[in-house]
């Protein structure tokens, strides 16, 4: 009989830099949805990768002095190496730099332009560089990106269109029609309140104003932008052809099962992709699940705040078992989690040092103190029977949450029945039993639940911790005999011997572990630099630099310069021409409305060919130039002191 098909993916992560933890979370989640369906006997296709193009890598690569393509690979290696150490089964690892990718997404766009569904236009709007989206002002939070919160600027530019308007209503009566589709249901109200029902604006899919993308194969200076290119992978990777010859692997596999995304993102996967795809007359995916952040005590991880976590430093720290146990416990069904070092240690020592590692320790200890690690049944008591009872009605309470991807409920369902065996110790006192004068033949039956109770656990435990279950089916001496195993209580025959007991997870000394972190994170931290000898100088002769607030008015590229601005500011008296070599940190649209530092009588000088009367106030940083701007409050002509 032929396995029933399961297609999950993952968002495919921005080549911007290194993953965090948070970032982390997401390819961990998919990963125990993919081994469980694999439990469950699906044939499961799992995908993952990369998002390499687009104006911040361009912007981060010339920085770093190197080309896109060098950067991104070097990126998207640290990422691969990040999913492999958190020991992920995905099945493809895809680059939207893959030349096969390339290809298909420029036939796509082909495609959708001669069907009418792409147009050329222009686009005028405030634009977020970080985020690579333009927005109306209307959209903004505070003047600010209402995605990620950092300044916009004006720009225009010619565009092509996608016409998200043409296929609005049918997208909201699918959605109404298959209420499964969005998830959870707080984000399927968000994407029909917030943006369906108001109206949706056509969509801008190019971008001339950079070149590192995909270009339009007739009209090369434009380059297919991320709404397309990005959210494409999903079927370009498995063989789709926009001419309809499909690949076997695509017939097989699509429509997805499963697109597992951060709740950022949700507007993109429930409302461009799905309406691409029906532009490309495709099945649109069954399920689209926005799942929540895991966030510091103090906000969402941001290298700017210095509270960034990484997931390989983890590992190192703990393991990869109990990271992965941690960001998977730790964030519920669609609420954000909170992450520390502090509360990561606790939940080491309480439940896997405590509650898992403990159990088992103790039971094959005793195990082999009392019957050589001699496995058989014994005598019988009523007590037995709630133990028994709870784990065969277990791996039905992880099945249900797992259906409904409350991954956190369904290890909770499995640490409940470890918390029913360590009751169980304790209720019928194995020690005292185990006496010379002791009832032997009730110890054999009581260890032998003990061991049932384990073997149970460690095989529900495996799409979350697999090798703690591992682990722990060696110390069993068992094969893991998977969820079919679990449908009776007794499974291990008569005889059976044991394995040698090991710690699982060993309990952490919190004080000596904060002070090892505290001191690694000190080394990590990159050096500051030695300051540089410089010539004091008296207040007198500070005083003759005249230091004014002065507002851009315009700024332009100067001819033949590919690193000069040319503006013209107010400098509250008159209007001053001033050439600055920031054109490879700064768009000329950046500055225009900006209130600056000037030197305001700085000598006049030429450069190429243009007279410079003054010099803007500017930081030499790793990233490049960056201006100091002054709060835009501040009149044209204040003296700076």
Same mark, same amino acid.
């Given at each position: ?52 193009? @687009? %104006? ?83 959209? *903004? ?16 530019? %010619? ?56 270009? +339009? ?31 076997? %692997? ?64 983890? +590992? ?20 954000? @989690? ?137 110390? *069993? ?36 572990? *904060? ?56 400098? @509250? ?43 803007? *106030?500017?930081?030499?940083? %790793? ?19």
């Amino acid at each position: 009989m032929e396995k029933q098909k399961y297609y999950i993916t993952t968002a495919i992560a921005y080549t911007s830099g290194k993953p965090h933890i948070g970032n982390t979370y997401e390819i961990v989640l998919a990963d125990s949805v993919a081994r469980y369906k694999r439990m469950q006997g699906y044939d499961v296709y799992f995908q993952t990768g990369t998002d390499e193009h @687009g %104006e911040k890598i361009q912007q981060k690569a010339e920085a770093a002095g190197i080309t896109p393509q060098q950067y991104v690979d070097n990126v998207a290696g640290q990422i691969k190496n990040i999913w492999d150490i958190m020991n992920t089964t995905y099945d493809r690892f895809v680059r939207t730099t893959d030349k096969a990718h390339e290809e298909k997404i420029q036939k796509i766009f082909n495609k959708l332009y001669n069907q009418g569904d792409i147009y050329k236009g222009s686009y005028e709007g405030m634009y977020c560089t970080p985020c690579e989206s333009f927005f109306t002002e209307s959209q *903004l939070v505070d003047g600010k990106c209402p995605d990620c919160g950092r300044d916009v600027h004006k720009a225009k530019e %010619e565009a092509y269109f996608f016409k998200l308007s043409k296929y609005a209503d049918r997208l909201e009566k699918y959605i109404n029609e298959h209420p499964d589709f969005i998830q959870p249901p707080a984000r399927k109200n968000e994407m029909i309140n917030n943006f369906i029902k108001p109206g949706l604006s056509d969509l801008c899919v190019t971008r001339s104003s950079f070149n590192w993308g995909i270009p +339009v194969t007739f009209d090369p200076k434009h380059v297919v932008y991320v709404w397309i290119d990005a959210l494409s992978n999903y079927i370009t990777n498995i063989g789709y052809d926009p001419d309809g010859n499909h690949s076997d %692997e695509y017939k097989k596999y699509w429509p997805c099962d499963l697109h597992l995304i951060g709740k950022d993102i949700v507007r993109f996967h429930t409302i461009y992709w799905p309406i691409l795809l029906m532009a490309l007359g495709e099945p649109l995916p069954k399920q689209v699940f926005g799942h929540p952040w895991l966030i510091m005590s103090d906000g969402k991880m941001s290298k700017s705040k210095g509270n960034v976590i990484y997931a390989d430093d983890l +590992v190192e720290l703990f393991g990869v078992d109990a990271v992965r146990y941690f960001v998977l416990h730790e964030i519920p069904f669609a609420n954000d @989690g909170i992450i520390s070092y502090e509360l990561i240690i606790e939940r080491i020592n309480s439940e896997l040092a405590n509650i898992l590692g403990n159990l088992v320790n103790r039971t094959i200890t005793m195990s082999r103190k009392y019957f050589d690690g001699k496995v058989s049944r014994g005598k019988a008591a009523d007590i037995d029977r709630e133990l028994s009872y709870l784990a065969l009605k277990t791996p039905g309470l992880v099945q249900e949450h797992m259906d409904n991807m409350h991954i956190a409920d369904a290890i909770d369902d499995i640490f409940a029945l470890l918390r029913r065996a360590n009751k169980y110790i304790d209720e019928t006192e194995p020690w005292i039993l185990g006496r010379e004068d002791g009832d032997h033949e009730r110890l054999r039956e009581v260890l032998y639940n003990l061991i049932e109770a384990i073997r149970f656990a460690a095989v529900l435990l495996k799409p979350f911790m697999p090798d703690t279950s591992k682990a722990i089916h060696d110390q *069993l001496n068992i094969d893991d005999g998977g969820l079919c195993s679990l449908k009776e209580f007794g499974f291990i025959k008569d005889g059976h011997m044991l394995g040698e007991n090991k710690i699982l997870f060993a309990r952490i000394d919190t004080p000596k572990m *904060l002070k090892e972190i505290e001191e690694r994170n000190a080394a990590k931290a990159p050096a500051k630099p030695e300051k540089p000898k410089e010539e004091q100088i008296k207040i007198d002769d500070f005083a003759k630099i005249s230091l004014r607030a002065a507002k851009v008015l315009s700024c332009e590229p100067l001819k033949n310069s590919d690193k000069l601005l040319i503006l013209q500011v107010d400098n @509250g008296f008159e209007t001053k021409q001033v050439l600055s070599g920031i054109a490879q940190s700064y768009k000329p649209e950046e500055l225009v409305g900006k209130t600056v530092a000037l030197v305001d009588n700085l000598a006049p000088a030429k450069l190429r060919g243009e007279t410079s009367e003054g010099m803007l *106030l500017a930081a030499d940083t %790793e990233s490049g130039v960056k201006v100091l701007f002054l709060d835009d409050e501040i009149p044209a002509g204040s003296k700076i002191r």
